[in-house]
């Protein structure tokens, strides 16, 4: 099941609310589940460099079928797949990126990026249930 432009929608506003709440300025991603851009924000005064972070964040979820956050814990250097970031283009092991629910099934992914990791970890929790 793929995500479908009002799905997506309405996870960029979720995130984007609560992106205003905690006053951070993100990029919001969204991608299908073959990991294809679907749907993609830049808030106003939003970091350029920030951009090209959250769509790896949304990739690398999308990947692995999990949080960018627990894809890192592969990515440690006491762990069996370290050197694993640097695979598939590069991998995003810190807060940011879920997979995207809809009846507890995966429907597409989003990464967001522009605050501090966990704000990043807040706002992409608040578009991932729909």
């Known amino acids: 099941m793929h995500i479908t432009f009002q799905e997506a929608t309405q996870a960029i506003q ?23 851009l679907k749907l993609f924000l830049r808030m106003d005064d939003a970091f350029l460099g920030s951009i090209d972070i959250s769509l790896q964040k949304a990739k690398t979820a999308m990947l692995f079928r999990m949080s960018s956050e627990a894809v890192g ?14 695979t598939n283009g590069g991998l995003v092991g810190f807060p940011g990126a879920r997979p995207i629910l809809k009846n507890n099934v995966i429907i597409g992914y989003i990464g967001v990026s522009g605050g501090a990791p966990s704000q990043d970890a807040q706002i992409a929790t608040a578009g991932s249930n729909l």
Do not use: H, M, R, S
């Not at 814990?73 to 640097?86: R, S």
């Open 14 to 36: 979720q995130a984007q609310a609560k992106a205003g709440d905690i006053n951070v300025a993100a990029n919001i991603a969204v991608l299908d589940t073959a990991g294809y």
């Open 73 to 86: 814990e592969f990515l440690k250097p006491e762990a069996a797949a370290y050197g694993l970031e640097n």
